[in-house]
């Protein structure tokens, strides 16, 4: 499997973070993620998915980026342990600033 950092340069991986960390603060994710309830969770990740998805194909590391719906349908359909595998993953981007465990995680939904 590839890594973030095959896809990503230096440069662009500090952008993902910048843009990511400002699209967490506008979605208010971290207050989210502190409520620790699953319908919060699959709003918070499938919102979190349709922010990194238009990132990525922004930097042309994927060719098209999820929906909002699309999003939803592929957070709807994880069962409880890829749901916990989303959120820690989600919750070490909104907290540390590093997403790449999501995307080297879900690359095939990217």
């Not at 910048?18 to 967490?24: D, I, K, T």
């Not at 820690?88 to 465990?101: F, H, Y």
Request: one cysteine or more; charged letters at 35%.
């Amino acid at each position: 499997m590839k890594r973030a950092a095959d896809y990503l340069s230096e440069r662009r991986l500090n952008m993902l973070k910048a843009n990511m960390g400002y699209l967490s603060e506008m979605g208010m994710w971290q207050r989210r993620i502190e409520k620790d309830v699953d319908s919060e969770w699959r709003g918070l990740l499938a919102d979190v998915l349709t922010c990194i998805t238009r990132e990525l194909a922004d930097m042309d590391i994927i060719t098209a980026s999820q929906s909002g719906q699309q999003a939803h349908e592929i957070v709807a359909q994880l069962d409880q342990e890829e749901l916990e595998e989303w959120k820690i993953a989600v919750r070490k981007g909104v907290e540390n600033g590093d997403w790449t465990d999501l995307i080297e995680h879900r690359m095939d939904f990217f």
